[in-house]
């Protein structure tokens, strides 16, 4: 479970039930767990084939759980399961439509230049040039509720690095872990670790200058 | 001792529990004195949920249905 984010899935039966109940026709829990799931699984699927046929991926990796679903053998949590199955159905849709640019071609070189790279926050022997300032907007709520700055936010989302976004994205919005990620994107965790860190100070930067200024 | 920068460059490790015994406890001593980085810290935390929380987007109707479809075929009530 995602430690920062907001659980939909507290209504869940635990792991053993859920699969049991599951496989054994519960109707109503299954049409509970597709829509709770949702969002986190159309973030991987979206993270990987982009929004217009992540709904589709995830339809069609449902079908593929429910076929496989009474081989489950347990051995990892079955949300995890599935969104391995979403990730795979996702990257093998992917590889068919052909994009020119390949998941597998990350830039390693991302995860060493930044130490190079001035931080224009902070000073020579690295303390921040001014005090950091606390925000007015301090709960996710109101971070969301604000619309300009949702936008802006969308804005330099898309401007991200690609790769960084990806494992933003799958971690961050889908609930990921850094693992699985890294086994999809065939990328190294060290790399992964710095790429997220790197996507998720750039946003930080971006609803910190809106706070102090207003501005995007 | 640690510099702002570089615990503002590990702050990710340090939330997400990926950091060794040593480290945190620096970045820890370091979070005590400076007032800037625990902001940072706070603010980085809240970026996420922010994050985790955007664009959730809902499963179709359509979609659903589909499934259920798909559900009843592959995983009849046992004993039926
Ligand atoms: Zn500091």
């Known amino acids: 479970m995602n430690k920062t984010g907001v659980?939909?899935?507290?209504?869940?039966?635990?792991?053993?039930?859920?699969?049991?109940?599951?496989?054994?026709?519960?109707?109503?829990?299954?049409?509970?767990?597709?829509?709770?799931?949702?969002?986190?699984?159309?973030?991987?699927?979206?993270?990987?084939?982009?929004?217009?046929?992540?709904?589709?991926?995830?339809?069609?990796?449902?079908?593929?759980?429910?076929?496989?679903?009474?081989?489950?053998?347990?051995?990892?949590?079955?949300?995890?399961?599935?969104?391995?199955?979403?990730?795979?159905?996702?990257?093998?849709?992917?590889?068919?439509?052909?994009?020119?640019?390949?998941?597998?071609?990350?830039?390693?070189?991302?995860?060493?230049?930044?130490?190079?790279?001035?931080?224009?926050?902070?000073?020579?022997?690295?303390?921040?040039?001014?005090r950091n300032p606390a925000w007015d907007m301090g709960s996710p709520d109101e971070l969301l509720s604000a619309q300009e700055l949702q936008d802006c936010v969308d804005k330099h989302l898309a401007r991200l690095p690609e790769q960084q976004r990806y494992i933003m994205e799958l971690r961050d919005a889908g609930g990921m872990d850094m693992e699985e990620i890294c086994n999809i994107l065939e990328v190294s965790s060290s790399n992964a670790r710095v790429l997220l860190h790197r996507a998720r100070d750039r946003i930080q930067q971006v609803v910190a200058k809106f706070q102090r200024t207003g501005e995007c | 001792m640690l510099s702002c920068k570089h615990l503002v460059e590990q702050a990710s490790d340090y939330i997400d529990d990926e950091m060794s015994m040593r480290k945190r406890v620096q970045v820890k001593l370091h979070l005590f004195m400076c007032v800037s980085c625990r902001r940072y810290l706070k603010q980085l935390k809240l970026t996420i949920a922010m994050l985790h929380c955007k664009n959730q987007h809902q499963a179709p109707e359509a979609m659903c249905h589909h499934l259920l479809k798909e559900y009843q075929k592959n995983l009849p009530k046992q004993g039926s």
């Open chain 1, 7 to 130: 659980s939909t899935e507290e209504a869940l039966p635990d792991e053993r039930e859920l699969t049991q109940r599951l496989i054994s026709n519960d109707q109503q829990l299954f049409m509970t767990v597709v829509k709770a799931w949702h969002p986190s699984l159309y973030s991987v699927a979206a993270a990987i084939v982009g929004h217009s046929i992540a709904d589709e991926v995830v339809q069609e990796a449902w079908v593929s759980v429910i076929k496989a679903l009474p081989k489950f053998e347990g051995r990892s949590a079955l949300k995890t399961w599935v969104t391995r199955i979403v990730a795979n159905e996702a990257k093998n849709r992917y590889r068919k439509e052909s994009r020119s640019v390949s998941l597998e071609s990350v830039d390693e070189n991302w995860a060493t230049d930044s130490r190079l790279v001035s931080d224009p926050r902070f000073d020579s022997s690295g303390h921040w040039n001014q």
